[in-house]
């Protein structure tokens, strides 16, 4: 190649260069000055606005101004929530058409010190380990956002998983009226003083009253839930219910054919219970069974052997539910990572009347059976002392049904009878909603997640599923699809040998068996050593694999290009 050749090519790609980099300056100028697109790959779309919050932000008509109080350098995990909490108010701001203002303020005086605490925003202590030495250094990381004249503060943000929720809920809190809905009273059910206090705590948006069917129901009630009852209800309390909803209503039905005894002296017991909702329930084509669904597909719970050893055993008692995609694209269900049915009895479901549809939402696996008995025993034990009996699942254990439902109560009375004292019309007024599961011990205390000090309660998959049902039947779905970014993802299943060493463990517990007890521990140390390792494995893999792919595809090209230049001939 002539030096003038090699002058021209080497001009030529430093045009080419500059020309690309003239792009990517100005690609980067138009990038900073609008609203950029952007992909979400993530299963729950985690790092955009879900489309309920995009919707609530560009309604707004009046100013809402969000204040958020972060300290600069934090100790890490804390280090990078501010950039984090940025992006989502931003995503925020942009939706709404400047109706949003965002301000970030560091606490670093007094005054602005003393704002953040008049704001609701109080100072926490995190470790800081510097030098080997471990010190506490106090910080702010919360915020607190004003609609005309009412706020709403987040004290503290821990991180971003379920921050969009909190803060869409917060929106339409700020800038709307509550949803009333009612839960029935009495009939030894939990009550919102005792019982559903967790329940009401975290429905902020509703309005929650109890309701006594000795009266009228309020008919602008959203929805109206039965929980837990244990005791009988009277046909004119259940022609209430069917008169409220004649008329434009939505039920929840949560139990009602057993009494669940979890602080029993002989441990968890249940007892079946006639509450007479069949009544109510059957006409519409669901009947509720008396016992108790066991599943191999389960929940843990921890167990004490004779030398006092606690170990974590299968629990058959709490299915774990596998939802086909069906279920999973219904609001109640909607992208749901394995939730549970606590203390659940199937249902016996028949033909949906007409005009309506009946659809199943959770079933139990094929591996399930039922347990029955004037008492049932529920408490942990060695999984080969389940006792698996001839009525074999799966079984159905939620179910829904929408349309235009005709009354339970629509067969005509003889006239010795007389015209009943509450009376409703023989078809719904509209579409209506109706929720029927098996237990109610997801909605109640002894299993909704505590609330903490500071800060917003964990969402979880339970939650996840009470709160779904109750926004489905007050037919508040937007909340259901920003709630499904806010679930943890399951756990990775627990190796093989891991849960033999822990049966090994019990069974030589059992027999009293000393050093076979430090054997089984010692190969469970080993396994979950062995497990450790795969994981670390796996991560190093993610880490420099992928890197060292694209080193090599770029080291090949390379090579190839230079062969061929040697055999270019000019």
């Not at 990517?24 to 790959?41: K, Y």
């Not at 987040?154 to 921050?163: A, E, F, H, K």
């Not at 109890?210 to 839930?225: F, R, S």
């Not at 929980?227 to 219910?241: Q, S």
């Amino acid at each position: 190649m002539s030096s003038k050749t090699q002058k021209r090519a080497a001009s030529e790609s430093l045009v080419f260069l500059l020309i690309v980099a003239g792009i990517l300056v100005l690609l980067n100028v138009l990038g900073a000055s609008f609203r950029s697109p952007r992909i979400d790959l993530t299963r729950t779309g985690m790092f955009s606005l879900a489309e309920g919050s995009q919707r609530l932000a560009a309604s707004l008509t009046d100013r809402v101004e969000i204040t958020a109080y972060f300290t600069e350098n934090l100790p890490p995990p804390f280090n990078a929530t501010e950039r984090q909490v940025r992006d989502l108010l931003s995503e925020y701001a942009a939706a709404s058409d400047g109706q949003i203002v965002v301000r970030f303020v560091n606490p670093n005086d007094e005054e602005k010190q003393a704002a953040a605490r008049a704001d609701g925003i109080q100072p926490v202590a995190h470790q800081k380990i510097e030098e080997d030495q471990v010190a506490v250094v106090e910080g702010y990381r919360g915020l607190v956002m004003r609609h005309l004249d009412r706020s709403r503060t987040i004290p503290v943000i821990q991180d971003t998983t379920g921050l969009e929720y909190t803060i869409t809920s917060a929106l339409k809190e700020l800038v709307g009226e509550r949803t009333p809905i009612g839960v029935v009273s009495g009939h030894g059910s939990p009550s919102l003083e005792q019982g559903l206090t967790s329940l009401q705590s975290v429905m902020a948006l509703y309005d929650v009253t109890e309701v006594d069917l000795a009266e009228e129901i309020d008919p602008t009630l959203a929805a109206l839930l039965i929980v837990g009852p244990k005791e009988a209800f009277t046909e004119d309390e259940l022609r209430r219910v069917d008169q409220y909803l004649m008329r434009g209503g939505s039920l929840g039905v949560f139990g009602g054919s057993l009494s669940v005894d979890l602080g029993g002296q002989g441990g968890p017991s249940a007892q079946p219970v006639d509450t007479n909702l069949g009544k109510l329930l059957e006409p519409w084509g669901v009947q509720l069974e008396s016992t108790i669904v066991a599943d191999a597909q389960c929940s843990r719970a921890p167990m004490r052997g004779p030398l006092g050893l606690q170990v974590l055993v299968p629990y058959p008692p709490i299915p774990v539910l596998q939802l086909d995609e069906t279920q999973l694209e219904h609001p109640v269900m909607f992208q749901l990572a394995s939730p549970m049915l606590p203390f659940v009895s199937p249902l016996k479901v028949g033909e949906a009347p007409a005009g309506t549809s009946i659809s199943v939402l959770a079933r139990s696996s094929s591996d399930s059976w039922t347990m029955s008995g004037t008492t049932i025993a529920l408490q942990p034990r060695n999984p080969q002392d389940w006792q698996m009996t001839s009525n074999a699942g799966p079984f159905d254990l939620m179910v829904a049904i929408e349309g235009q439902l005709p009354s339970a109560f629509a067969a005509p009375v003889s006239e010795e009878d007389g015209a009943p004292a509450v009376q409703a019309p023989p078809m719904a007024e509209g579409e209506v909603r109706v929720l029927v599961t098996g237990t109610s011990t997801f909605l109640e205390d002894s299993f909704m997640p505590p609330r903490p000090p500071q800060g917003e309660v964990q969402m979880n998959a339970a939650l996840a599923l009470a709160l779904n049902a109750v926004d489905w039947l007050a037919a508040d779905s937007d909340l259901v699809a920003i709630r499904a970014k806010t679930i943890e993802e399951p756990a990775l299943d627990i190796p093989d040998s891991v849960l033999a060493a822990e049966s090994t463990v019990l069974a030589a517990a059992e027999q009293g068996d000393e050093a076979g007890v430090q054997s089984a521990l010692d190969e469970r140390k080993a396994a979950i050593e062995s497990w450790d390792a795969k994981k670390q494995a796996y991560r190093w893999l993610n880490t420099l694999g992928i890197p060292f792919l694209v080193a090599l595809f770029g080291l090949f090209r390379w090579r190839q290009r230079s062969n061929k230049k040697k055999t270019l001939k000019l």
